[in-house]
């Protein structure tokens, strides 16, 4: 069994934050099979292989919960080296296979074509299409961010990718960064729904009290 260990930072049992997966941080969960969440930014491939080895952690599953470049870029590299089965929303293939890139906003695009510019579409073993369990983990449609945005709930805790940025400043996603601000605000509202007693985003700290701050969050607009 996975102990705490230097190289990952344990949120939960269970549940671990990486920290070299470059802006976004990839999760660890320890479910019915080690499953990454979101696969770093290009070129991390081998800073997160390391980590994870240093845990002594082979992964059988990488969930990407969208398709920006800071979640998807080593997604290649890291099925190569594990043998996970790469797994992503349906509803976020065009954004992942790239088809959709000429209907986003111009400045949505012109980032990912900046930071994709060097990495391959990476390859998808398994398409979930709407909500969906892999083995112990839900999957939750949380469109908004992006169109087929998901979050993953497990154990109590959310996992919830560019759904929301937890830490001190718990708060929306950046809405420059947000497709459609208002889908992003049912999105939310559907994981306060599930009651949390958790939460870890890409880019900020975990927050435990996930419910009564995500309540808080909700009522900024309600
Ligand atoms: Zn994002």
């Not at 998808?124 to 945005?149: C, E, N, Q, Y």
């Not at 759904?163 to 049912?186: K, P, Q």
């Amino acid at each position: 069994m996975l102990t705490h260990n230097r190289a990952v930072d344990l949120i939960a049992p269970g549940l671990f934050r990486l920290t070299r997966g470059g802006f976004a941080a990839p999760h660890l969960v320890m479910a019915d099979v080690p499953t990454l969440v979101d696969a770093g930014a290009p070129g991390r491939g081998p800073a997160i292989e390391r980590e994870l080895g240093a845990a002594d952690i082979n992964i059988g599953r990488i969930v990407l919960t969208h398709g920006d470049p800071d979640h998807i870029g080593a997604s290649d590299y890291l099925r190569a080296v594990t043998g996970a089965e790469v797994c992503a929303a349906l509803a976020e293939r065009p954004l992942i296979d790239r088809s959709g890139w000429p209907a986003m906003p111009l400045r949505r695009r012109l980032l990912e074509r900046a930071l994709l510019r060097e990495t391959a579409v990476p390859t998808i073993d398994r398409w979930i299409d709407g909500p969906a369990v892999l083995g112990s983990i839900d999957v939750v449609p949380t469109p908004g961010h992006t169109p087929g945005h998901i979050a993953l709930n497990w154990n109590g805790w959310i996992l919830a990718g560019d759904a929301f940025v937890t830490g001190e400043r718990f708060r929306e996603s950046l809405w420059f960064f947000t497709i459609d601000r208002e889908t992003a605000r049912r999105s939310i509202e559907a994981l306060l729904a599930l009651a949390p007693r958790g939460a870890s985003s890409s880019h900020g700290r975990p927050i435990d009290r996930a419910t009564e701050r995500l309540q808080a969050l909700v009522d900024t607009w309600r």
